[in-house]
């Protein structure tokens, strides 16, 4: 064997140890369910709080809240920790279907400028309709809306992610929270598919057709915004031929 060759390209590979694997998918796992401790608490939270949340012990909680404010996923305020910067800017990264954040933008800024409705675009994760784009409107602050927000699929918008019957509109006249109403249509995408339901809420008494309307219509123009999304991503050049 030429040991110098194998020193040039690296030499074989190197192989984990089972026990090590194990312990990597741990830390893995430790360190997210943290974050998710913090995310669901909404607030700063301590070491004691964050070890009986997640069932980890408290020597491990700090280890691995120091490296994760090391990397900017967790903020430390004195002995309070909280979600980082880092962590934000990677979830907004997340496109839950090509474009369709962007593509929903202006659609739902007009919405919300029409109708005067608290307005969120829902798409379905884990049998719940999780928010990826709102625009609060006039329910604040009785009902604040807000990106990752998530909703039962026992909602309007959860119904209309499943597929309403009939195919129109779905509404909730006050089934879910007294004094709120809410009209959601599916969104498409140009091949047909729904992947995304667009919900307007406003307070109870106003009239629910005219707001669907407009839900129909901001949903087509985010449909068809998907598709100039479609038309205009580049084509990848061909491979050299070698």
Request: charged share 25%; aromatic share 2%; proline share 7%.
């Amino acid at each position: 064997m030429d040991t110098g060759k194998a020193r040039r390209t690296g030499g074989p590979a190197k192989t984990v140890a089972p026990g090590r694997q194990e312990r990597g998918r741990g830390v893995l796992e430790g360190a997210f369910a943290l974050l998710d401790a913090l995310r669901r608490n909404g607030d700063e939270a301590g070491v004691t709080e964050l070890s009986l949340a997640c069932g980890v012990p408290k020597g491990s909680v700090h280890r691995l809240l120091d490296q994760l404010v090391d990397v900017g996923a967790v903020e430390r305020t004195g002995n309070r920790y909280r979600v980082g910067p880092q962590l934000y800017r990677l979830g907004q990264a997340w496109e839950p279907h090509p474009g369709l954040r962007t593509a929903a933008r202006l659609p739902l800024q007009r919405l919300r400028a029409a109708t005067g409705a608290s307005v969120v675009l829902t798409v379905l994760r884990e049998d719940m309709a999780i928010t990826v784009s709102s625009v609060p409107g006039d329910l604040e602050p009785l009902l604040p809306v807000r990106d990752g927000i998530a909703f039962h699929l026992d909602t309007a918008a959860g119904k209309a992610l499943r597929g309403p019957l009939g195919g129109g509109a779905v509404f909730d006249r006050e089934d879910v929270m007294e004094g709120v109403c809410c009209a959601s249509l599916p969104v498409r995408a140009p091949d047909g598919r729904t992947v995304a339901a667009l919900a307007g809420m406003v307070p109870a008494g106003r009239g629910l057709d005219a707001l669907a309307q407009a839900v129909a219509e901001a949903g087509a123009a985010v449909t068809r915004a998907l598709a100039r999304g479609v038309r205009r991503r580049p084509v990848p050049s061909a491979a050299p031929v070698l």
